[in-house]
């Protein structure tokens, strides 16, 4: 499966984005996806992961309360929704993807990643 980020951009702090993530490919309601970001000399690090249905999600607790993380079968797609924006928000962000049925948090577990959107807060 082939993954492309978007949405991301400049914001304030305090302000909102929404990322998308379109899949490619006829079984992406098979799939548990996650948005994970890098920063700048730091380790990519989780951010949200769905299940396959959309039923199912969990949250790093730097963003819990703050993002949402949501899908849409019918299209493919996968989005973070991000409220109440800080600097320490700024990343690169990557969705990816796994065919699996459980909820996944670690890089090493995601078989496949889109190419990242840059998100950038300022104070």
């Known amino acids: 499966v082939q993954l492309q980020a978007s949405g991301g951009g400049l914001v304030e702090a305090g302000g909102s984005l929404r990322l998308s993530c379109v899949a490619s490919?006829?079984?992406?309601?098979?799939?548990?996806m996650g948005w994970f970001r890098q920063a700048p000399g730091k380790e990519r690090e989780f951010v949200a992961t769905?299940?396959?249905?959309?039923?199912?999600?969990y949250y790093a607790d730097s963003v819990k309360g703050r993002f949402t993380i949501s899908r849409d079968n019918a299209l493919n797609m996968v989005y973070l929704h991000m409220n109440s924006l800080k600097p320490e928000d700024t990343a690169v962000y990557y969705c990816?993807?796994?065919?699996?049925?459980?909820?996944?948090?670690?890089?090493?577990?995601?078989?496949?990643w889109g190419q990242g959107t840059q998100v950038t807060v300022s104070s």
């Open positions: 769905i299940g396959s249905s959309g039923d199912n999600t």
């Open positions: 490919g006829r079984t992406f309601s098979t799939y548990t």
């Open positions: 990816a993807a796994r065919r699996t049925t459980v909820l996944l948090t670690n890089v090493s577990q995601y078989a496949y």
